[in-house]
């Protein structure tokens, strides 16, 4: 089993900035890859942006390109959202999630933090 914790998230003005993380632990942790999805009120969830566990590679959804940045810290096995430029359309429950593979896809994600909530207020 996989455990993941969020935390960071909280209110802030729009154009204001917050950093997400995410701890892992469970004997058989060994990700692919992992994930950062959001879900606003009434909308489907939604992919922000996936990074290769060794590997380092990301890619980030169009809408959050050049304001957000999806990082790693191995050591600590903490997946981090930096979150920049922040905009109301951005407001929604962020969670993290690993994948045997490198998706953006929801379904390809086996493993689910409980979320963080993001307000981000005009």
């Known amino acids: 089993q996989v455990q993941l914790v969020e935390s960071g998230g909280g209110l802030v003005q729009a154009g204001g900035s917050l950093r997400l993380s995410c701890v892992a632990s469970g004997r058989t942790f060994s990700p692919y890859s992992m994930g950062w999805f959001r879900q606003a009120p009434g909308k489907e969830r939604e992919f922000v942006a996936t990074?290769?566990?060794?590997?380092?590679?990301?890619q980030h959804a169009e809408s959050v390109r050049g304001r957000f940045t999806i990082s790693r810290d191995n050591a600590k096995n903490t997946l981090y959202l930096q979150m920049n430029s922040l905009k109301p359309d951005d407001t929604a429950v962020y969670y993290c999630?690993?994948?045997?593979?490198?998706?953006?896809?929801?379904?390809?994600?086996?493993?689910w933090g409980q979320g963080t909530q993001v307000t981000v207020s005009s």
């Open positions: 990074i290769s566990w060794i590997g380092g590679g990301t």
């Open positions: 999630a690993t994948s045997t593979t490198f998706s953006t896809t929801s379904h390809d994600y086996n493993y």
